[in-house]
């Protein structure tokens, strides 16, 4: 997908023809949709972080985007940023990602093929994600935590169990 195409089903421009403001506020506002549907739904959690990152990355444009969890082995996280500049892509954007109490979440990493900085227009998009992101690992984390102490693993999905009857007379 190029950075004019936000995925409406309207038919392909060509590189380099002005967006209009409506069409992106139109994409960006059912992208975030479908990414709260998913996290609301309990969808694994990195397919809901690579749905906030490929959303980002069309959003900008000519960026890669990653979110880093804190489990992650950092020496895998070197190893991004290196192979990053192998192929010619300087760091964007780098800022963790944590929650209200001041727990960290995650961190949120950004690769351009140019050197430059966020634009103006770009930091609240990055901002929404980072916070999309906080709210799916936050909730990911809740999740978890029920689940290894028993609570919801007996309940049923839904609706009442029936019981069966003490005679059958």
């Known amino acids: 997908m190029d950075e004019n195409d936000f995925g409406l089903g309207e038919t392909a421009r060509k590189r380099g023809e002005p967006v209009a403001v409506d069409d992106k506020i139109q ?17 694994p959690l990195p397919e809901i972080l690579n749905g906030i990152c490929s959303a980002l990355d069309c959003q900008i444009g000519n960026v890669v985007s990653l979110i880093a969890l804190p ?11 290196m192979n990053a500049a192998q192929f010619g892509l300087h760091t964007f954007y780098s800022e963790s990602i944590v929650a209200e109490n001041g727990e960290l979440l995650g961190a949120l990493e950004m690769y351009c093929s140019e050197p430059r900085s966020p634009a103006a227009s770009e930091c609240p998009l990055i901002e929404r994600a980072r916070c ?5 690992i936050k909730i990911d984390r809740e999740a978890g935590k029920q689940d290894s102490l028993g609570d919801g693993g007996d309940r049923p999905l839904r609706g009442n169990v029936l019981e069966m009857p003490a005679s059958m007379n």
């Open 132 to 136: 999309l992101a906080a709210l799916a």
């Open 71 to 81: 489990g992650d082995d950092a020496s895998d996280l070197v190893a991004i940023a």
């Open 27 to 43: 994409y960006l506002l059912g992208a975030e949709e479908q990414l709260l549907q998913a996290i609301s739904s309990h969808a």
